[in-house]
Protein backbone atom coordinates (compact mmCIF):
# COMPACT_ATOMS: atom_id res chain seq x y z
CA UNK A 1 0.00 0.00 0.00
CA UNK A 2 2.70 2.65 1.25
CA UNK A 3 4.23 1.72 -2.82
CA UNK A 4 0.86 2.73 -4.10
CA UNK A 5 1.16 6.00 -2.26
CA UNK A 6 4.56 6.89 -3.84
CA UNK A 7 3.19 5.84 -7.35
CA UNK A 8 0.33 7.88 -6.52
CA UNK A 9 2.55 10.62 -5.83
CA UNK A 10 4.81 10.36 -8.63
CA UNK A 11 1.79 10.52 -11.35
CA UNK A 12 0.32 13.34 -10.02
CA UNK A 13 0.10 16.86 -11.56
CA UNK A 14 -0.63 18.69 -9.18
CA UNK A 15 -2.81 21.08 -10.79
CA UNK A 16 -6.68 21.82 -11.06
CA UNK A 17 -8.36 20.97 -7.39
CA UNK A 18 -5.13 19.02 -6.60
CA UNK A 19 -3.82 22.12 -4.39
CA UNK A 20 -7.73 23.12 -3.01
CA UNK A 21 -8.79 19.92 -2.16
CA UNK A 22 -5.30 18.85 -0.40
CA UNK A 23 -5.51 22.63 1.77
CA UNK A 24 -8.64 20.91 2.95
CA UNK A 25 -7.04 18.00 4.49
CA UNK A 26 -3.96 18.96 5.08
CA UNK A 27 -3.99 18.61 8.43
CA UNK A 28 -5.55 15.41 8.75
CA UNK A 29 -3.45 13.52 6.10
CA UNK A 30 -0.26 15.03 8.57
CA UNK A 31 -1.69 13.25 11.75
CA UNK A 32 -2.57 10.23 9.43
CA UNK A 33 0.59 9.88 8.17
CA UNK A 34 2.39 10.91 11.32
CA UNK A 35 0.34 8.14 13.44
CA UNK A 36 1.55 5.43 10.64
CA UNK A 37 4.80 6.51 10.71
CA UNK A 38 4.83 5.90 14.45
CA UNK A 39 3.32 2.63 14.49
CA UNK A 40 5.90 1.02 12.05
CA UNK A 41 8.84 2.91 13.65
CA UNK A 42 7.65 1.16 16.96
CA UNK A 43 6.66 -2.31 15.14
CA UNK A 44 10.98 -2.36 14.22
CA UNK A 45 12.27 -0.85 17.04
CA UNK A 46 10.36 -3.50 18.59
CA UNK A 47 11.59 -6.58 16.56
CA UNK A 48 14.96 -5.56 16.41
CA UNK A 49 15.62 -7.95 19.56
CA UNK A 50 13.45 -10.91 18.26
CA UNK A 51 10.67 -10.87 20.73
CA UNK A 52 7.83 -7.96 21.78
CA UNK A 53 7.47 -7.99 25.16
CA UNK A 54 4.94 -6.12 27.30
CA UNK A 55 5.83 -2.80 27.75
CA UNK A 56 6.17 -2.65 22.95
CA UNK A 57 2.87 -4.56 23.46
CA UNK A 58 1.09 -1.36 25.12
CA UNK A 59 2.90 1.23 22.94
CA UNK A 60 2.24 -0.82 19.63
CA UNK A 61 -1.94 -0.97 20.93
CA UNK A 62 -1.76 2.54 21.77
CA UNK A 63 0.50 3.41 18.25
CA UNK A 64 -2.32 1.37 16.03
CA UNK A 65 -5.28 2.95 18.17
CA UNK A 66 -3.93 6.58 17.39
CA UNK A 67 -3.59 5.52 13.51
CA UNK A 68 -6.76 4.15 13.71
CA UNK A 69 -8.23 7.29 14.93
CA UNK A 70 -6.21 9.35 12.63
CA UNK A 71 -7.74 7.43 9.56
CA UNK A 72 -10.91 8.21 10.81
CA UNK A 73 -10.51 11.83 10.78
CA UNK A 74 -8.85 11.78 7.78
CA UNK A 75 -12.04 9.80 6.10
CA UNK A 76 -14.29 12.26 7.37
CA UNK A 77 -11.96 15.48 6.17
CA UNK A 78 -12.18 13.56 2.52
CA UNK A 79 -15.63 13.39 2.73
CA UNK A 80 -16.39 16.60 3.86
CA UNK A 81 -13.97 18.00 1.48
CA UNK A 82 -15.69 16.20 -1.41
CA UNK A 83 -18.98 17.67 0.14
CA UNK A 84 -18.08 21.19 -0.33
CA UNK A 85 -16.58 20.78 -3.78
CA UNK A 86 -19.50 19.32 -4.59
CA UNK A 87 -18.06 15.79 -5.97
CA UNK A 88 -20.00 13.24 -6.42
CA UNK A 89 -18.03 9.29 -6.53
CA UNK A 90 -14.52 9.33 -7.96
CA UNK A 91 -13.45 11.80 -10.33
CA UNK A 92 -11.00 12.18 -12.97
CA UNK A 93 -9.27 15.35 -11.65
CA UNK A 94 -8.74 14.03 -8.03
CA UNK A 95 -7.86 10.36 -8.96
CA UNK A 96 -4.43 10.20 -7.60
CA UNK A 97 -5.39 12.31 -4.33
CA UNK A 98 -8.29 10.21 -3.63
CA UNK A 99 -5.87 6.85 -4.28
CA UNK A 100 -3.07 8.37 -1.90
CA UNK A 101 -5.91 9.00 0.32
CA UNK A 102 -7.71 5.89 0.12
CA UNK A 103 -4.13 3.69 1.09
CA UNK A 104 -3.43 5.96 3.29
CA UNK A 105 -6.05 5.33 5.44
CA UNK A 106 -6.13 1.44 4.43
CA UNK A 107 -2.72 1.13 5.74
CA UNK A 108 -4.15 2.72 8.95
CA UNK A 109 -6.88 0.53 9.20
CA UNK A 110 -4.55 -2.23 9.08
CA UNK A 111 -1.56 -1.24 11.53
Same mark, same amino acid.
Not at 34 to 42: D, G, I, K, M, P
Given at each position: RLCTVWGSCLREDFDGLHKPFMAE??????EAT?????????IVMAALDGRIDELEQKELQTKAEA??? @??????? @???? @????????????DLMQEQSFCFHVCASSRTA
Open positions: IEEETNHSLSEVLRAANN @AEARLTR @AVLN @AKERFRLNGSTR
